[in-house]
Nanobody, 129 residues
């Protein structure tokens, strides 16, 4: 049974940093891509970042490029999202999700969460002064 558990959310002031973790069990992480998605109240879910392998291409939404960094540690079955220079508009519930590795474009599936069938319960990130 695949299980994804997010952690690391919290309350931070604008300009601050948080590191989210997505701990996976029940799957071999090196065979899966992991995506981070977020949803703010009243807004549609947004694909934030995706990683397919430790050396392959990654995806970042334009709104987080240069501020967020995704990484993975297959030995620990964990994917991280380092979030720096946080802004109030980053406030949302952040989810990680898994999809079996695929060949081809990473941007489209990550933007739309296409094929990501296993999801965590989410962790709240609040950025406010």
């Amino acid at each position: 049974q695949v299980q994804l558990v997010e952690s690391g959310g919290g309350f931070v002031q604008p300009g601050g940093s948080l590191r989210l973790s997505c701990a996976a069990s029940g799957l071999a992480l090196d065979r899966y891509a992991i995506g981070w998605f977020r949803q703010a109240p009243g807004k549609e879910r947004e694909g934030v970042s995706c990683i397919r392998s430790s050396v392959g291409p990654t995806y970042y939404a334009d709104s987080v490029k240069g501020r967020f960094t995704i990484s993975r540690d297959n030995a620990k079955n964990t994917v991280y999202l380092q979030m720096n220079s946080l802004k109030p508009e980053d406030t949302a519930v952040y989810y990680c999700a898994a999809r079996r590795l695929w060949i081809g474009d990473i941007t489209g599936p990550c933007k739309a969460a296409a094929g990501f069938g296993s999801w965590g319960q989410g962790t709240q990130v609040t950025v406010s002064s």
